[in-house]
């Protein structure tokens, strides 16, 4: 075989490339093979669009309202969803870093610490995720759809089927555009963007002509009579916050590979992330607050707010606002990450199209309805819950590429087996053992009570674990020598 790294000197670092002839082909196909500097043309408003497009969504409007109806009165809201965003963006740019320094998608990265068969494991625990919000985002995104066709034509509420079309409506949009390739949905995020925001701003401006103004809508007081309770309610709420994007923490380098360099993606990021997340829970909070002057009661559920509209266009036009937020979210975050998961588990035979369609059918049979029942199932049973399995892969992954490998990485060796990266078998068993260990720490507080603040905890002590162990166990790699591998130009032959 031989191997060629192409490296594009820059002010943000260096990019790499691999042009190999031949590869081990239950290791690679088109989807899971690393992008070439030619492909990486997202730039900062790229990198930012896709994050509002990301951040502006039904779940976070519903994640706002969900701590005001918990109790909190809207600046304890904001603050606790703002700072959760501060700190889940740490990992987001640190996981980003190789994904756009070697152009590999989250699964073959994961090969790195996991080994090149074990990289399954944290790829299916982050694919089973996605699949639940796939899930959850397509109800959605169904609903709203169903409500404005109950509106344009009220016939159809009679129509039995007609939630079940809606449904598979918007399931075959979402994998019709991820059939169509990353570039597409880098188009979509482009005009999706400010789209999206001005419909946010519009509800905004509705809810305060409606209610007379901010001062009604957030004189609201905190529901908590001390401190204590307080921080009983914010410590898992805030661990709720870093769960809803511990997702993309860890896949983002689906995504960030196509970025033009370091500095591209960290704007980016920065710019698209925090801002976004604390507008539109404020949008969230703001207007769930007016429900309770206009319409007597709060109505945390935009669908069912919008619904109420008298005029059927407004209504028609506010229900595609909020399929639009719906599918911007749904493609990028939960399509990609479990489709290359999928990929990497049988690259021979499972597409990126072919994984969004299994992702959608394990979505339903996650039954998204039960995660929605109520604001304690969404905030302490999905958001809380999962984040304990998601925290220990971000610390394992961060202390192996920054700690460990010195952020040098082989990537003729991620795509054969006998390499550096086959373990025992295919699996680095100090990796999984690790992923355990972060694991059961952070779920221990479900079975005994007295230690419940550790599951409250869930990701951030999954995290400290998990690295912790695996940077005790872990011996230092064989030196990379990246400068040394013969360098590629344009117009020049490769060279041994």
Not at 33 to 48: L, N, Q, S
Not at 461 to 489: C, H, K, N, Q, T
């Amino acid at each position: 075989m031989e191997e060629t790294l192409t490296k594009m000197s820059r002010s943000s670092g260096g990019l790499y490339e691999l042009n190999a002839r031949s590869l081990d082909p239950r290791l690679y196909n088109e989807d899971l093979a690393p992008t070439k500097i030619a492909e990486r043309t997202w730039g900062t408003y790229d990198v930012a669009a896709l994050w509002v497009g990301l951040a502006v969504n039904i779940p976070t409007y519903m994640l706002a309202a969900a701590l005001i109806e918990g109790g909190m009165n809207w600046w304890q809201a904001i603050l606790t969803i703002t700072l959760g965003n501060l700190i889940v963006l740490i990992p987001m740019i640190l996981n980003a870093h190789a994904g756009t320094k070697f152009g590999i998608p989250f699964p073959v990265l994961a090969r790195v610490s996991f080994g090149v068969l074990g990289s399954n494991i944290p790829s299916l625990l982050r694919s089973l995720v996605a699949c639940g919000w796939f899930g959850i985002q397509t109800w959605i995104g169904g609903s709203a759809i169903q409500a404005s066709m109950v509106l344009l034509w009220p016939a159809w509420a009679d129509f039995a089927a007609g939630p079940g079309i809606c449904f598979m409506v918007f399931w075959l949009i979402n994998i019709y555009i991820i059939v169509r390739g990353p570039e597409s949905i880098r188009r979509m995020e482009d005009w999706a963007a400010p789209f999206l925001i001005v419909a946010g701003l519009a509800l905004l401006f509705w809810a305060m002509s409606q209610a007379g103004g901010l001062g009604p809508i957030l004189s609201r007081p905190s529901q908590f009579e001390t401190g204590a309770e307080f921080f009983r309610f914010f410590v898992p709420s805030l661990t709720a916050m870093v769960g809803f994007w511990a997702t993309l923490a860890l896949n983002i380098p689906d995504l960030t590979r196509f970025a033009r360099g370091q500095k591209e993606q960290i704007l980016g990021q920065a710019i698209g992330l925090p801002p976004t997340m604390a507008l539109f829970a404020f949008i969230g909070v703001a207007v769930t607050s007016a429900t309770v002057i206009i319409f007597g009661e709060a109505i945390w559920d935009p669908v069912q707010l919008v619904s109420r509209f008298g005029n059927p266009l407004l209504v028609a036009v506010a229900m595609v606002a909020l399929a639009v937020a719906t599918l911007s979210t749904n493609v990028a975050a939960n399509v990609v990450a479990p489709a290359n998961g999928f990929a990497n588990l049988w690259p021979e035979k499972m597409t990126l199209a072919r994984g969004g369609i299994l992702t959608g059918i394990i979505g339903i049979v996650m039954m998204p309805w039960k995660l929605l029942s109520d604001y304690g199932t969404y905030i302490y049973g999905w958001l809380v819950g999962y984040s304990g399995f998601l925290g220990p892969i971000a610390g394992i992954f961060i202390v192996d590429y920054f700690l460990i490998r010195k952020q040098k990485i082989s990537l003729y060796d991620l795509y054969r087996r006998g390499g550096r990266y086959e373990y025992t078998g295919g699996f680095n068993w100090r990796a999984v053992t690790a992923l355990v260990a972060g694991i059961l720490a952070a779920m221990v507080g479900l079975v005994f009570p007295g230690l419940r603040v550790l599951y409250d905890y869930a990701w951030f002590v999954g995290f400290a674990v998990a690295g912790v162990v695996y940077y005790l166990s872990m011996p230092a790699g064989p030196e990379i020598d990246l400068a040394a591998v013969p360098l590629w130009r344009e117009g020049a032959e490769a060279t041994e």
